[in-house]
Every structure is written in C-alpha cells, then in structure tokens.
C-alpha cells in the first residue's frame, strides 16, 4: 500500500511547516488515502496553520470545466481565501502571497508534459523563489508508472501553459521528481523540499499503488486516461474529436466524415504492439462535433507494457490525413499558431507529417535528445 506524501505529513508532521502560515494549491485529487480532502484536513490540523487556498484549472475542488476560468472566492467550508491560478493570472500575485509563510503543492500529475498542472506548479515556485519563502510538494504516483519516456523534446520558441519547459510528452517521473528537475535545471532555484512517499516503486501502475482513482480533471474517468492520453492528446490539435463529451475521451477518436471500419482495418494492418482498434460511433455531448454522430476507432490497450501512446497516435494521425486528405486539417489557436504545435512543442512534428514522413522515422530521430534527456533526468529521481 503507498502512502502519498500527504498521509505522511498529516501522520509524521513536517518542521519545515511548524508555525507557518500556509498556502495550499491543490484539487480534488489533494486527498489522502481514505479519500479525505487535504484542505479539510489541514485546516482541522492542531499543527498546522492553513492561510490560503490556491486553484489551477478546474478549481480546487474540481468543480470547473476544462478551459473555464475561474475567478478567486471563499471556499464554502472553510471560509479560506481561493485564489485562481486559471483566470486573470496564471501566477501568484504578491497580493494573493500576503500573509504566506510557505507554499504547499499536492496535485496528482499524469507523467506528461502537455498539461497545465506542471506549469501551475513552476510559475507558483517562481512566485516562492521570488518572495523568499519555502515550497513544499507531497508528492503522488505517476499514474502510468516512473519507467516510460516517450516523446519529442519541446524546442524554443513553443513554451506555454501545455509546455513551458524542455522535457518530453511522457517524462516518466513523479510531481516531486519533476518539481526537483524544474528547479534546478531551469533556474527556478526557490527553497524547495518534497514529502516522499512511503511503498511506491517506479514500474507500479496506478491500480498496484492500492488507491482509489480521483479523476485529475473532467476528463480523466479512469486510469486507462493516463495509458492513451500522452498519444492521443494530440488529436485537439485537429479536427477530429478526441472523445470530449463521451464516456470514453482519449479512448474514443473520429469525426462525421471518418468511415470507422475502413480506418480501424488500417490500424490493425499495422500490428501495433499493445492495442486493437474497434470501429465505434459515438456522438459527443460537447466539445467538437457536438450533437453529431461520428465514425472513427476506439483503442482498446491489451497489453499496457508493450503500448505505446505517442507512436500510436502518430501512426492515427498519418494515416487519418491520408485517407481523408480533404477533410482533416489542424486546429488553429487564439494567438494564430496551430494548436497542434503548442501540444508538439515544435512545427516540425506537423511539417514530417505533411511531407510523409513514417512514424517510425520521426520516432528514431528523437533517439539522441531522449537519451540526453534520461541523464539529467537520473539525477533527480527518489525511487
């Protein structure tokens, strides 16, 4: 049974927090094994002293949709101050810091890199290294094990709130990992401490950890999410449907015009380790294609050890293009860049698309930067 760093804090105490005022940012996925909510316990805490509370997209109790801005309030149950980090400001400002001692972070990470809670998390460590005050991760489980690396590596010029540093789509390290490799290879340099945690070892997956599954946003049902979605996270950079508005997002690809036989039968000519491609109909509740009844594919992960994600969906979005050459296209985003390229961290993976190039190429020719990668990375692992 692994024990998050936040059981260990409520159960071993933690002096770097003794007579701190704290700052909490965290989500619904902030409880502890009895599935209690970190908020409610540390403001209950005899030892410790809860100031504030801090929300990254979909709020701190996980009551926004994805992409919602969230304005700051009290929180109902403890009348704490919620300061949004997804509205107005991305960072703490030094008014929502006032009267902060230390920062604590307690969110549960998917182990990839286009995400917004990693970033939350860096610019909030930012804002302690600038204010001079400690920061505190308890760290959690990479929900798709501490083993895998997957991915190119994000280039200059493509930072975001879906990528803001050099690491791959699926890093294969834990929130306390990642926060540790952010500080000191990125120059954050703040006065940084991780909770460890107790019994978790790097090739367990989510269910070996003896945890109940707390969905990390709307449309993270089950753990299956964190298998496919550093793959098929990719299609919201199109216009197909990744699943939005269905019971199965990620799991579930296609558009109105995609005839979902002829593409699973393709897909399945690839014998792709790992996963079988089903023809499925599904027509999403919201999100793109709303209302309307879509053929496409959806991936059934029979052997998760073998999968993987990102060269799979290479291999979907190729042969998607290919097939239906007058109906695909990229996602534009608000500021004129193609979605797609934010999520990629470059244009050049949209550009080999284009030309033809096979994913097997494209994969072979991020060798060198992943192996550059895993040794930096080695310097900061704790299991």
Avoid at 154 to 160: Q, T
């Amino acid at each position: 049974m692994v024990r998050y760093g936040l059981d260990r804090l409520l159960a071993e105490g933690y002096p770097p927090l003794e007579d701190k005022r704290i700052g909490l940012i965290t989500n619904n996925t902030g409880v502890d094994k009895q599935l209690r909510s970190n908020i409610d316990l540390l403001h209950q805490h005899p030892g410790y002293q809860l100031a504030a509370l801090y929300g990254p997209e979909h709020g701190v109790r996980g009551n926004a949709a994805a992409g919602e801005h969230v304005e700051s309030y009290n929180d109902t149950r403890t009348g704490l101050r919620v300061f949004s980090l997804y509205g107005k400001s991305q960072r703490p400002t030094p008014t929502m810091l006032d009267g902060v001692d230390a920062l604590v972070f307690d969110i549960l990470d998917c182990g990839c890199r286009y995400y917004t809670f990693p970033y939350t998390m860096a610019y909030t460590m930012q804002a302690a290294a600038e204010h001079g005050i400690p920061y505190i991760v308890l760290d959690r489980p990479n929900p798709a094990t501490g083993t895998r690396i997957e991915g190119n590596i994000l280039k200059p010029g493509f930072e975001s709130f879906v990528g803001l540093y050099p690491i791959p789509m699926r890093h294969g390290l834990t929130i306390g990992e990642l926060a540790l490799l952010f500080n000191a290879e990125f120059g954050i340099d703040c006065d940084l401490h991780v909770v460890r945690m107790d019994g978790w070892q790097r090739e367990m997956w989510w269910e070996q950890t003896g945890s109940p599954w707390v969905m990390p946003s709307p449309n993270a049902p089950t753990p299956e999410f964190a298998i496919v979605y550093p793959g098929t996270c990719l299609f919201e950079g199109t216009n197909l449907s990744e699943g939005r508005g269905t019971t199965r997002p990620f799991q579930l690809i296609g558009a109105p015009w995609i005839v979902g036989e002829d593409w699973a039968s393709t897909l399945n000519d690839l014998a792709l380790p790992g996963v079988i491609f089903r023809p499925a109909w599904f027509t999403p509740t919201f999100s793109k294609h709303q209302g309307q009844l879509c053929g496409g594919v959806e991936l059934h992960v029979v052997d998760r050890e073998q999968f993987e994600p990102v060269r799979v969906a290479l291999e979907m979005l190729a042969t998607a293009r290919k097939h239906y050459p007058s109906d695909f296209s990229w996602q534009q985003s608000m500021n004129g860049r193609y979605f797609f390229d934010s999520l990629a961290g470059t244009d050049q993976l949209r550009h080999d698309l284009e030309h033809g190039i096979s994913a097997a190429e494209i994969v072979v020719g991020w060798q060198d930067e992943l192996t550059a990668f895993q040794e930096v990375r080695h310097k900061y692992l704790l299991y």
